[in-house]
């Protein structure tokens, strides 16, 4: 990934997400609306600078619907915090269940690019392309960003937080509902870490963690996991699956965000010792 930084602010250019007014992610990181409408294809192939942005400047700019303001006071800083707001937009991915590209970084604000910007490709895998409507943030969903953004950023000190956020986010990379599991089973298992008796213990540890309030939720979240994890278990190591692998996969992944929902709203990650009855 190449960030170019020749200024304060920069802006990374999102898809996939549409934000109907500013929220701060923190004192640098703004998440905006953006439109890129007014370009044309000329104009927007004028705003490359190599060959290879233009492929992915091509095809994402009609798809731009946000983007990420970020300022700082030295380049050294701007380049930092362009380069560790992928984390962000990761975060924005596996909180909201949909998948934010990130492949586009500009000089100028989306509405005001021209063919004197420059803009610059930040990844040739272009993930993030498909047909799916972006996600549309709700109020509900800023008022979330403005009271837990900032926790979920600070969990991802901790390696099973980042993992896991990371596989949420990762997962529809993948075209084979065996390998999506594969991925969202490595961030959930990281997250409580049970070393034996595994199905067992991870269903009794996501029950408790999710419902230790709700006996009947809990029942019921323990013997979904146990399903789950067969499924899993089957697919990774190559078996016969009986079961529907795609609604497999996004029960899966519901359960990983509600998982992560709950770290962030406690402010950390279950503790083993807790969750044994």
Not at 46 to 57: F, H, L, S
Not at 129 to 154: G, M, V
Not at 231 to 242: D, E
Request: charged share 25%; with cysteine; glycine share 2%.
């Amino acid at each position: 990934m190449q960030i170019l930084t020749n200024g304060s602010p920069t802006y990374i250019l999102l898809n996939g997400i549409i934000a109907h007014e500013e929220v701060l992610l923190d004192d640098n990181i703004c998440l905006q609306p953006a439109d890129t409408s007014h370009l044309d294809f000329d104009t927007a192939i004028k705003t490359c600078r190599r060959p290879d942005d233009i492929a992915v400047i091509a095809a994402y700019i009609p798809r731009i619907t946000a983007q990420l303001k970020i300022t700082a006071n030295t380049k050294e800083e701007l380049t930092a915090r362009a380069w560790n707001s992928i984390w962000d937009v990761l975060i924005l991915s596996a909180i909201f269940h949909t998948e934010v590209g990130f492949n586009i970084q500009s000089d100028t604000t989306a509405s005001k690019i021209n063919k004197d910007s420059h803009l610059n490709s930040t990844s040739l895998h272009m993930r993030g392309l498909n047909s799916e409507k972006p996600y549309k943030l709700s109020t509900e969903d800023l008022s979330w960003i403005k009271t837990h953004f900032a926790d979920a950023r600070k969990l991802l000190d901790d390696d099973r937080f980042q993992t896991a956020i990371h596989c949420l986010a990762s997962y529809r990379w993948h075209s084979m509902p065996r390998i999506k599991l594969a991925i969202l089973w490595a961030g959930i298992e990281g997250i409580f870490g049970a070393s034996s008796e595994i199905r067992f213990r991870l269903s009794l540890y996501i029950a408790r963690f999710l419902h230790h309030e709700d006996q009947i939720k809990c029942k019921d979240t323990f013997e979904t996991i146990k399903k789950l994890y067969n499924i899993r278990s089957a697919a990774v190591h190559g078996a016969k699956i009986k079961s529907n692998t795609v609604s497999a996969v996004d029960e899966s992944a519901k359960i990983l965000r509600l998982v992560l929902l709950q770290c962030i709203t406690c402010q950390a990650l279950p503790n083993e010792n807790d969750l044994v009855p």
